[in-house]
């Protein structure tokens, strides 16, 4: 099978209220600007600002804030036939403060995980090299249910499998079954991204880098990404080790949602370039960097493939 599509992201497109007060509590912020967002839904879109082939597979509302979604997905060519509009529910939305940390938020979810599996059909399914999703998209059904199947038949048809376990109890209550459900897809030896803070909420309590990396290798993947902020990104890879990046410095923190997004849709760019660990990662910190310095998503009027090359 010719493998035409590079990436495949299922999961959350939601609009991002991000605040306007920069360091204000949302009790404190009193103005926010409309955002595309949903953390799988930035890795297409930044994906297909650097020329891959993207499929997004999600579900918003048949309303004013899903026409929105729908035209900026194709304004960036994300391939949208996996996008449903829901005539039921309305478009989710996360009202976000804007944060030169890590960003507070709330969730008003509608349709987002709407997601069925008639969304992904195997004959487009099978044409893809990553199949990516996230925690969240995981945390309720149908999307669960369609997205762990997904990455069943994923790995069966050649197709490595990715995960952002941005787990918030927040989003998904259940932290019992959140561990169940991971280890589902974790047995399909996805790339695995997780920052410090997902690590925090997930155990409950701060564990050791060691025993992290130890129970998430343990549950099948091979190669996992932590992220630490300012305080660079440790890369553990079963057969190769462990490398450790510092962060790259950065001048102007304008907004840090979607920073991690970015850092994954480069070092995914990088492994489908088939390129060494510390190259990825750099690839990584630089998208990242970049995503730091703007407020909302990469921008769309830079040559992002050149800043990558500089
Ligand atoms: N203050 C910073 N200075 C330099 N690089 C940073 C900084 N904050 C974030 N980064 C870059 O962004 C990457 C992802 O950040 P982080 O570890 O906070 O992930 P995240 O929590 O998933 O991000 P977010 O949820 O804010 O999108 C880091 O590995 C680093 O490359
Ligand atoms: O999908 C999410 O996890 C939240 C998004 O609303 C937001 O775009 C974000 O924080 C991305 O990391």
Redesign the pocket.
């Known amino acids: 099978m010719k493998k035409t599509i590079d990436l495949i992201c299922a999961g959350?497109v939601?609009i991002?209220c991000i605040g306007q007060q920069t360091n204000a509590t949302i009790a404190e912020t009193t103005s926010y600007e409309r955002f595309l967002?949903?953390?799988p839904t930035?890795v297409a879109m930044n994906a297909a600002k650097l020329g891959l082939s993207v499929e997004l597979v999600a579900s918003c509302g048949a309303d004013g804030m899903g026409n929105f979604i729908l035209d900026s997905l194709q304004k960036v060519k994300v391939g949208t036939q996996g996008v449903t509009q829901s005539e039921t529910a309305a478009t989710s939305i996360?009202l976000?403060s804007k944060s030169t940390g890590t960003p507070d938020f709330i969730p008003y979810r509608n349709s987002d995980f709407l997601i069925e599996s008639f969304q992904i059909p195997n004959e487009i399914l099978q044409k893809a090299k990553i199949f990516h999703t996230?925690c969240?998209a995981l945390s309720k059904n149908p999307a669960q249910k369609t997205i762990l199947e997904t990455a069943q038949l994923a790995t069966q048809l050649g197709v490595k499998t990715s995960i952002d376990l941005?787990f918030s109890e927040r989003i998904w209550p259940n932290r019992n079954e959140a561990k169940k459900v991971i280890a589902l897809y974790l047995a399909t030896d996805p790339f695995v991204k997780l920052s410090e803070d997902d690590c925090f909420r997930f155990f409950g309590k701060t564990q050791s880098e060691s025993f992290i990396l130890d129970y998430f290798h343990e549950l099948g993947a091979t190669t996992i990404c932590l992220t630490k902020g300012k305080e660079g990104v440790i890369l553990s890879d079963k057969i190769q080790g462990t490398i450790y990046q510092p962060a790259l410095p950065v001048t102007q923190i304008k907004d840090t949602?979607?920073a991690?997004?970015a850092f994954w849709t480069g070092f995914l760019y990088a492994q489908l370039q088939q390129k060494k660990w510390e190259e990825t990662l750099l690839i990584a910190q630089k998208l990242a960097v970049l995503k730091l310095q703007y407020l909302g998503a990469l921008p769309s009027d830079l040559d992002i493939v050149n800043y990558l090359n500089q």
């Open positions: 959350e939601l991002d967002g949903g953390s930035n996360i976000v996230t969240f941005n949602t979607g991690g997004d």
